[in-house]
């Protein structure tokens, strides 16, 4: 048999080659043109002695063999020989192509077989088919950018698709990954069967990505292949089972050898596995996170395409590893995520409370999709006489401590709203919490209240960016509110300021993420947003002002790329107030006749407002709170309607002592009033003052 010897051309591996676009994203594997008849471009073969003609079989640079026609180099060859080889031994130098080209003996000498047989490979080359190529290199190159590809997703969903992607068409055809349902998170014991439902598939040939590096760079077929009927939805490892022995093991596996067959049935169904190509063209690679099995992953490759071999298990294995691992970590992600959402949930308030002479409208963003918990909070508490308190605050940071403090200052600003306290009070109580509950815990703090029917508004400030006031006419103006000391540094006093609040204007509230970033400055980004505000009003003219939830959006469109650095709070007021014919005030001596006097007020109240339909529930139920309140108070009682939306009623007294609903014995004298309260109005309720306390209830009207 005759004895060849390889030419190369000494250039490179790294370095582009003559005739492939580095663009390209196969990259080093494409071929470059063979060079063309009569040009001369082929190298003469070097023996130990020198240059010499080609002999018949010899490979030339371009991979072109003049016997057998245009047959590429081996697809993964062993590494080349290093410095210390021996003179007369030919170094594997690369092709033009990028492919070393290795000889198979050491000596230089491929030897073929009649038919175009390559002795070493065992395969059949036909013309402008590739053989395989054995170079180690590939195959850490290969797993390198695909592990690389894995790591980058943080979700499951992104995982999964990375895994997909890099193997599919470089390293199989198709690939199913099987993932058990549900995924166990962390250290817990998944209870009941173990049941593996199909997680993805992917039979479509990706876009070639220059990481992947060409690592079979086969052209997928343009006709639907048998692989498409592979695949169970689901299905459910029995203990003992084939399956479940192949999965115990951990290691990747032939489909040809016995076990991996017997457990394909169970895994892809009867018919999915007869679809499996046969021989070493399947590879089942069991997925183990850190403390068990967690799926499967299925690598196929198609009849006409070169088998896998023994190597490629190496590579199946790492893949497996790094995608098992990189699913137990975005397992344990989602469920911190979701704990992070729930938190954030519940401390923040779900629905606004709809209190009478005002309407409200808020936004919360967090930083970052990765740190979706954060220290900012807002609130609306309703309060006494129809009254409203809104609170904005910041604790320092976004995450998760930053968010239980909120949380705690939030309950504590709700229970102090509770007491009617005034604004300022509610800081110095808010102040000695944060130093109760740590060291550095600091915040800051808005807090008003706003009086539909005085028009009036008491706002304190804790070391918080001013709230912005848009008036009717389309005037933006910032209200000029001491600062004070963020809450937290203990030892300071708060100061409040009382301030009209005409009807029809919008007060806004919000944290220091909407107008201070990296890009601009605090006092920046607030005239900044009474521009933005004074523009929005605009649009709907001087009399009429812009809806709420428009009004928030429009706010939030002013925040660029670069100026999310913080999560943001927004809460909007809009004044409507509550106009002075519509509120009826009498004051009411502590004495018998009281409850009478009351009815009659009342009954002649609700004729001015032409409300005669209401007059005898109401007398009934403004009786029986009134002699309620006529039993214990010492000081004149207090008796108020509002007529809005619904017709309120409000009582006062100077006893702090609430009333509680109970069903009252047959035998008992009293107790009935409230019961009639409760079933006869819309809503009824009591809140305790710093001076007493105040009963009310609400009925509707036509």
């Keep these: 048999m005759d004895s060849t010897r390889v030419t190369e051309q000494p250039t490179s591996f790294e370095r582009p080659q003559p005739g492939v676009d580095p663009a390209d994203p196969r990259g080093a594997f494409l071929r470059s043109p063979a ?4 040009t001369g471009a082929a190298l003469p073969a070097q023996g130990r002695s020198g240059g010499e003609p080609p002999a018949p079989g010899a490979v030339t640079p371009g991979g072109s063999a003049p016997d057998a026609g245009d047959v590429p180099g081996p697809e993964h060859s062993q590494p080349g020989a290093g410095p210390d080889t021996e003179p007369d031994t030919p170094r594997p130098r690369p092709a033009p192509d990028g492919i070393p080209v290795q000889p198979a003996d050491g000596q230089g000498r ?42 980058r997703g943080i979700d499951l969903d992104e995982i999964v698709m990375g895994l997909c992607r890099a193997t599919v068409p470089t390293f199989s055809d198709a690939i199913l990954v099987y993932l058990r349902d549900p995924l166990p998170v962390g250290d817990e014991r998944p209870t009941g069967p173990l049941v593996l439902r199909l997680r993805r598939t992917d039979r479509i040939p990706a876009d070639r990505d220059t990481e992947g590096g060409g690592f ?12 498409d009927s592979v695949g169970e939805e689901l299905c459910t490892v029995e203990p003992g089972s084939a399956l479940a022995e192949v999965l115990r093991g951990v290691r990747p596996v032939f489909t040809d050898a016995p076990a991996a067959r017997a457990a394909l049935p169970e895994l892809l169904g009867e018919e999915g596995a007869a679809a499996v190509p046969d021989g070493q063209r399947a590879v ?20 006409e395409r070169i088998p896998f071999e023994a190597d490629d298990l190496l590579v199946a294995a790492q893949l497996a590893t790094h995608s098992a691992l990189g699913i137990d970590k975005a397992v344990l992600y989602g469920r911190e995520a979701y704990i992070a959402d729930e938190l954030q949930r519940t401390m923040l308030p779900e629905t606004l409370p709809r209190c009478t002479g005002v309407r409200l409208a808020s936004r919360y963003l967090p930083a970052a999709e990765t740190a979706r918990v954060g220290g900012d909070w807002y609130d609306a508490i309703p309060l006494p006489g129809s009254r409203v308190a809104l609170v904005v605050g910041d604790v320092m940071g976004h995450s998760m401590t930053s968010a239980a403090i909120m949380g705690q200052l939030r309950t504590t600003a709700q229970t102090l709203a509770g007491l009617d306290l005034p604004p300022q009070e ?16 600091m915040a800051t703090c808005l807090y008003a209240v706003y009086d539909p029917v005085a028009h009036r508004i008491t706002i304190a400030n804790a070391g918080h960016p001013p709230p912005v006031l848009l008036h009717l006419g389309g005037r933006a103006e910032v209200l000029r509110v001491p600062a004070g000391a963020p809450i937290g540094v203990g030892g300071v006093d708060f100061e409040a300021v009382e301030l009209e609040a005409p009807a029809g204007a919008t007060l806004l509230l919000y944290t220091d993420g909407l107008v201070e970033s990296r890009l601009r400055d605090v006092w920046t980004g607030i005239e900044q947003l009474r521009e933005k505000l004074a523009a929005t009003a605009q649009l709907t003219g001087p009399d009429h002002p812009p809806p709420l939830e428009a009004l928030c959006d429009e706010v939030l469109d002013m925040l660029g790329p670069g100026d999310r650095d913080d999560d943001i709070a927004l809460l909007a007021a809009r004044f409507d107030g509550i106009a002075p014919s519509d509120v009826a005030y009498w004051f009411l001596e502590p004495e018998d006749a009281a409850p009478g006097r009351a009815r009659r007020l009342a009954r002649r109240q609700l004729s001015r407002w032409g409300m005669d339909e209401l007059s005898d529930s109401v007398e009934l139920l403004v009786s029986e709170v009134v002699t309620n309140a006529v039993r214990y108070a010492s000081r004149p009682v207090t008796l108020r309607l509002l007529r809005t939306d619904v017709l309120r009623c409000e009582v006062g007294d100077d006893v702090p002592q609430l009333p509680r609903l109970r069903q009252a014995r047959a035998t008992d004298e009293g107790g009935r009033g409230l019961y009639l309260v409760n079933r006869l109005a819309r809503r009824w309720g009591a809140t305790r003052l710093s001076t007493g306390k105040v009963v009310w209830f609400e009925l509707n009207h036509g």
Excluded: K, N, W, Y
């Excluded at 079979?216 to 692989?227: C, F, H, V």
């Design 35 to 38: 060079p063309a008849a009569g």
């Design 110 to 151: 491929v030897d073929r077989v009649p038919g175009g047989t390559d002795r070493r490979m065992g395969q059949v080359t036909r013309p402008g088919r590739p053989t395989p190529m054995r170079r180690d290199g590939d195959r850490l190159r290969f797993v390198g950018a695909a592990t690389r590809r894995i790591a």
């Design 216 to 227: 079979m760079p086969i052209a997928p077929p343009e006709q639907p292949s048998e692989l």
């Design 284 to 303: 089942l690679a069991p997925l183990r996170g850190r403390r068990r099995v967690i799926g499967a992953a299925l690598f196929l490759r198609r009849p």
């Design 426 to 441: 509610v800081l110095h109580h808010l102040d000695e919490q944060a130093q109760r509950l740590g060291v550095d815990r």
